[in-house]
């Protein structure tokens, strides 16, 4: 582990001058956390005994100056190199009445009671040059045995913000560390504060951990978190899959193929989604074998409910339930292939091919080589008909809308009719995609 952190410079020069001004100032937080492991920090925030008025006048003449937060002693400070940095005005928070904000701050001249009112060890350290690591509470300890542990009792911090529950897991997620015991007893008994929370932190809480490790969504159901924002996930859990292909229950097998997926939001939430109308769709036959009919569709219903719900943007809204759509369906031939790239496009038939993988990954392996070979065979299919330009879109159509009205067809909607019934020809009999041919089937259309 690193004992030297590389503060990016215009960092530096804002703990200088800070230091010239007779003021302390230390960079702090995540950045020295991400920075001891190795890892790269992605902003780097400033904590000092410098009121906010102060950081304004000393720093207006340098630096455009914004006044993030002034109540909670937060001002932002870009200089030359167009970075955003952060500096806050060691403080000591209020009463927290809504179980997410401080009611007041009351600044302080210490920094270890600045640190004090942090989430996580691991997260209440502090550095400069000048003094080196400033830990008050065991966060290098904590980072040396891959602990995520409270800065004085869990109960207190999680009644304070009850979203650290959630920054908990997603820390245990993002770095594979353990949660200490404190932790684990304390949030299956505050989780329902989690209801306090908006539904856009949440989201965003929920999107670093499916990232970083869906394995953790177990965990957020077992400690009772996540029945309160997604609650029809929970019956996958207790839905069994009696079924040769299947090795897990309908909760594991997603949380396995969430992990199979490369780290692209659309596509871990796709995994998440795609058989989580399973439970709706049970059915056993008099062999006591489990089928799963139609549950695409009750999947995609499930999953609009939810991402509305849950507020995401409506481009990605999109993306995850065509692919939840397709997920299961079977491509064996050509024409099938056309069809569907005319239906969802390339980018999605790619992705539809990494979707099935995972899938495939997170069911039984007895099963998986042959399956495997096949999906392989399908790829080396699709890349063949897009390097031969095979039409699958209007654009690809040899002949336009303007060809049409000179053969004499009606301008308007009739235009569009013929266009898309010679394209249905020619996504069934490639072949069909001249000129000559497009021309002669369309005399004969009306």
């Given at each position: 582990?690193?004992?030297?952190?590389?503060?990016?410079?215009?960092?530096e020069?804002?703990?200088?001058?800070?230091?010239?001004s007779?003021?302390?100032?230390?960079?702090?937080?995540?950045?020295?956390?991400?920075?001891?492991?190795?890892?790269?920090?992605?902003?780097?925030?400033?904590?000092?005994?410098?009121?906010?008025?102060?950081?304004?006048?000393?720093?207006?003449a340098?630096?455009?100056?914004?006044?993030?937060?002034?109540?909670?002693?937060?001002?932002?400070?870009?200089?030359?190199?167009?970075?955003?940095?952060?500096?806050?005005?060691y403080?000591?928070?209020?009463?927290?009445?809504?179980?997410?904000?401080?009611?007041?701050?009351?600044?302080?001249?210490?920094?270890?009671?600045?640190?004090?009112?942090?989430?996580?060890?691991?997260?209440?350290?502090?550095?400069?040059?000048?003094?080196?690591?400033v830990?008050?509470?065991?966060?290098?300890?904590?980072?040396?045995?891959?602990?995520?542990?409270?800065v004085?009792?869990?109960?207190?911090?999680?009644?304070?913000?009850?979203?650290?529950?959630?920054?908990?897991?997603?820390?245990?997620?993002?770095?594979?560390?353990?949660?200490?015991?404190?932790?684990?007893?304390?949030?299956?008994?505050?989780?329902?504060?989690?209801?306090?929370?908006?539904?856009e932190?949440?989201?965003?809480?929920?999107?670093?951990?499916?990232?970083?490790?869906?394995?953790?969504?177990?965990?957020?159901?077992?400690?009772?978190?996540?029945?309160?924002?997604?609650?029809?996930?929970?019956?996958?859990?207790?839905?069994?899959?009696?079924?040769?292909?299947?090795?897990?229950?309908?909760?594991?097998?997603?949380?396995?193929?969430?992990?199979?997926?490369?780290?692209?939001?659309?596509?871990?939430?796709?995994?998440?989604?795609?058989?989580?109308?399973?439970p709706?769709?049970?059915?056993?036959?008099?062999?006591?074998?489990?089928?799963?009919?139609?549950?695409?569709?009750?999947?995609?219903?499930l999953?609009?409910?939810?991402?509305?719900r849950?507020k995401?943007?409506?481009?990605?809204?999109?993306?995850?339930?065509?692919?939840?759509?397709?997920?299961?369906?079977?491509?064996?031939?050509?024409?099938?292939?056309?069809?569907?790239?005319?239906?969802?496009?390339?980018d999605?038939?790619?992705?539809?091919?990494?979707?099935?993988?995972?899938?495939?990954?997170?069911?039984?392996?007895?099963?998986?080589?042959?399956?495997?070979?096949?999906?392989?065979?399908?790829?080396?299919?699709?890349?063949?008909?897009?390097?031969?330009k095979?039409?699958f879109?209007?654009?690809?159509?040899?002949?336009?809308?303007?060809?049409?009205?000179e053969?004499?067809?009606?301008?308007?909607?009739?235009?569009?009719?013929?266009?898309?019934?010679?394209?249905?020809?020619?996504l069934?009999?490639?072949?069909?995609?001249?000129?000559?041919?497009?021309?002669?089937?369309?005399?004969?259309?009306?």
């Amino acid at each position: 582990m690193l004992n030297k952190i590389n503060v990016p410079r215009g960092a530096e020069d804002i703990l200088k001058k800070l230091k010239e001004s007779s003021y302390e100032a230390y960079v702090v937080g995540g950045c020295v956390r991400d920075s001891l492991l190795g890892r790269t920090p992605q902003d780097f925030d400033i904590t000092t005994n410098c009121l906010p008025e102060v950081i304004i006048n000393i720093f207006k003449a340098t630096h455009k100056v914004i006044p993030t937060g002034l109540k909670h002693g937060t001002v932002t400070l870009i200089g030359n190199d167009k970075i955003p940095y952060e500096i806050t005005t060691y403080r000591i928070d209020g009463e927290y009445l809504d179980n997410r904000h401080p009611e007041k701050v009351e600044f302080t001249s210490s920094l270890k009671n600045d640190l004090l009112r942090r989430d996580f060890t691991i997260n209440a350290l502090a550095y400069n040059h000048e003094d080196g690591l400033v830990d008050c509470f065991g966060g290098i300890s904590d980072l040396k045995n891959k602990i995520i542990r409270c800065v004085g009792k869990a109960n207190d911090r999680f009644n304070e913000d009850a979203l650290r529950m959630l920054r908990a897991i997603r820390f245990q997620a993002q770095l594979n560390f353990s949660l200490d015991r404190d932790i684990s007893e304390s949030i299956p008994n505050l989780s329902n504060n989690i209801k306090y929370v908006s539904i856009e932190r949440i989201r965003e809480e929920f999107n670093k951990i499916i990232i970083s490790d869906g394995s953790k969504v177990k965990q957020l159901y077992n400690f009772g978190l996540l029945q309160y924002f997604i609650p029809e996930f929970e019956s996958c859990f207790n839905t069994r899959q009696n079924n040769i292909y299947h090795v897990f229950n309908v909760g594991e097998h997603i949380l396995c193929s969430i992990n199979n997926i490369e780290k692209d939001l659309v596509l871990k939430l796709t995994m998440f989604f795609h058989d989580i109308g399973k439970p709706n769709c049970l059915s056993t036959d008099e062999k006591g074998i489990d089928h799963f009919y139609k549950h695409p569709k009750e999947s995609i219903r499930l999953a609009k409910e939810i991402l509305t719900r849950m507020k995401y943007d409506n481009k990605t809204i999109e993306r995850v339930l065509i692919l939840v759509e397709y997920h299961d369906i079977q491509i064996t031939t050509q024409k099938q292939i056309r069809r569907l790239l005319n239906k969802i496009g390339e980018d999605n038939l790619t992705d539809l091919l990494k979707v099935k993988e995972a899938d495939i990954k997170a069911q039984n392996l007895d099963f998986y080589s042959e399956r495997h070979k096949n999906l392989k065979m399908l790829e080396i299919e699709i890349n063949n008909i897009i390097e031969e330009k095979q039409c699958f879109s209007l654009k690809d159509l040899n002949i336009n809308g303007n060809e049409l009205i000179e053969l004499g067809i009606e301008p308007g909607k009739k235009i569009g009719a013929a266009l898309n019934l010679l394209l249905d020809k020619v996504l069934e009999s490639p072949e069909l995609n001249t000129k000559e041919k497009l021309i002669e089937i369309a005399r004969n259309l009306y």
